[in-house]
């Protein structure tokens, strides 16, 4: 049974919000945030990528902006703000138009793409499997999360592919086969033949026949 991509995945959840993963992040598993900015709600909001409920340690932290013409500002927390922050200074987000954010976990670092288009790579400044929790804070409603692993989605499609394309690697046909209808070799492939009996002997004093299958004088068996 191939495994199953789905690890987590809720909806409508009320923010601000903290979620667990199973199990913690890992390489390969790609979160998907489906939303829309509140304008009614302040000016920005956040993804935080950290170690528990509380906020002394996150991993990443995904902070879009509506000010100053918009920007979004990533970072890292140890107890403190690391002092090298990272700023975009443009904000794919519109007020009141709903969003897709993914994030994939790789080696390096977090790549995140913003309603399918690559946006930014955040390079890892903290171990990314000490990441349990997922929160949500801001002006921001959360229509639905999800967390799929994408290794295992590569493995069902490698299946998928191999039972549905058939391997290249069977008995080519010659151009001959091909020209001439499958009667044909049947006709030629079965040769009318004799059979021989012979006795050999096993035992002092014993002897039992063996039968051979030999091919017929006037039907000789094609050549290969």
């Known amino acids: 049974m191939a495994p199953s991509s789905d690890l987590l995945s809720f909806v409508n959840p009320v923010v601000p919000l903290s979620r667990a993963t199973q199990g913690g ?34 991993a990443f932290h995904f902070n879009p902006r509506f000010e100053k013409g918009g920007y979004v500002v990533c970072n890292t927390k140890q107890k403190k703000w690391s002092k090298k922050e990272e700023r975009m200074m443009i904000n ?23 309603n399918e288009k690559e946006f930014t790579k955040y390079i890892h400044r903290m171990p990314f499997h000490r990441v349990d929790t997922i929160s949500f804070t801001g002006g ?33 046909e010659s151009e001959e086969q091909k020209q001439n209808p499958p009667s044909y070799w ?28 030999v091919p017929s004088a006037h039907n000789p068996a094609p050549s290969c």
């Open 92 to 114: 794919p987000f519109q007020m009141g138009v709903p969003f897709e954010i993914s994030f994939l976990v790789e080696n390096s670092g977090f790549q995140v793409k913003v």
């Open 140 to 172: 921001v409603e959360v229509k639905q999360i999800s967390i799929e692993d994408t290794r295992a989605v590569s493995v069902q499609k490698m299946i998928s592919e191999v039972q549905c394309n058939p391997s290249p690697f069977g008995s080519p």
């Open 25 to 58: 992040l890992q390489y390969g598993h790609q979160i998907t945030v489906k939303g829309m900015f509140l304008q009614s709600c302040g000016t920005r909001f956040a993804v935080n990528f950290q170690t528990g409920f509380s906020d002394n340690d996150i």
């Open 186 to 213: 049947q006709a030629i492939a079965a040769p009318i033949t004799q059979t021989v009996v012979h006795t050999v002997q096993s035992t002092p004093g014993q002897m039992f026949p063996v039968s051979l299958q």
